[in-house]
């Protein structure tokens, strides 16, 4: 899942490349995809791109006509499996609903455009044509932006107090901190040598300073990362920038122990049992329904 910094690359570069161009054609391929109706998709044929904003993990295009600032905006969540493919000359063949990956394409008037894909079967992507970002019920219920500069320690501190969940999923909650998801959290946690397992409630004033310097740490390391970057390329950008998500069975490269999974039923987390838990490995419940 395109998490924050890969979502910030996005958004620099659509930033970089579309503001001022004007939409000359949006295809709808999967009519799945498009959440609302009013305005139609049509209204941003001929308004001209005005700039890119990230609201946690929604891209945000905003549109002018003639100088009106109450031009649609072009939303869009890529979910799980969602990309968002770039061209610099469009293709000029026509998209077969059902027949693609492809969820909307939208033309630009240099000739250039973009795709927004999905691969696999479940469906997840969002694409919301709106007069005010706010009118997207994700954005209105999204949490502080860990990388504001009103985000602080004592912030976080807030945020974790009574909370006797777990603090991964404490992270992952995009209505407690937008833009971490599944990838980020196990990147955080490990930086910050916490067990995923902890709960949010229970951390230590040491604990918080150390969670707080980790989630800005690594979140403006991997924006950094991303910056400048094509979309084709920030995939692998991520993927080399990750220290424990992803590697299962590799050597963490903090201690040298082995880097350990948990799974769950749609994904799994990722950790370094002796920089966070002690040197105890957590308990994988789908392991131990397999060994009974």
């Known amino acids: 899942m395109p998490e924050m910094p890969e979502v910030q690359g996005l958004v ?18 999967n009519i799945a995809a498009l959440k609302t109706y009013d305005p139609p998709v049509t209204a941003l044929v001929g308004t001209a791109v005005a700039g890119a904003e990230r609201h946690g993990k929604f891209i945000d295009l905003a549109t002018t006509h003639d100088g009106d600032d109450a031009a649609p905006h072009l939303v869009f969540h890529l979910a799980k499996a969602g990309w968002l493919r770039w061209y610099d000359t469009l293709p000029a063949t026509v998209i077969r609903p059902g027949k693609t ?55 976080l501190a807030a945020l974790l107090e009574g909370r006797r969940t777990q603090i991964k999923g404490v992270l992952r909650d995009q209505s407690i901190i937008a833009g971490v998801g599944n990838a980020y959290s196990d990147e955080i946690l490990h930086a910050a040598k916490t067990s995923p397992y902890a709960l949010a409630a229970k951390l230590t004033d040491p604990e918080i300073d150390r969670l707080f310097a980790a989630m800005t740490t690594t979140l403006t390391d991997a924006v950094a990362e991303a910056s400048g970057k094509p979309p084709a390329d920030l995939k692998d950008a991520k993927r080399r920038g990750m220290q424990v998500h992803g590697r299962r069975g590799e050597i963490c490269p903090v201690c040298g122990d082995t880097v350990r999974s948990v799974f769950f039923a749609d994904n799994s987390l990722e950790y370094c049992a002796t920089c966070q838990t002690g040197g105890k490995p957590l308990a994988d419940r789908r392991l131990s329904r397999l060994l009974k």
């Open 101 to 155: 990956p492809i969820a909307l394409r939208v033309a630009l008037s240099d000739g250039s455009g973009f795709d927004l894909t999905e691969a696999g079967t479940k469906k997840s992507l969002a694409v919301y044509v709106v007069r005010d970002p706010a009118d997207v019920p994700g954005i209105a219920r999204l949490g502080p932006d860990p990388l504001d500069p009103t985000f602080t320690r004592d912030t």
């Open 12 to 29: 620099d570069f659509l930033r970089g490349r579309v503001t001022g161009l004007e939409i000359t054609r949006v295809s709808v391929a």
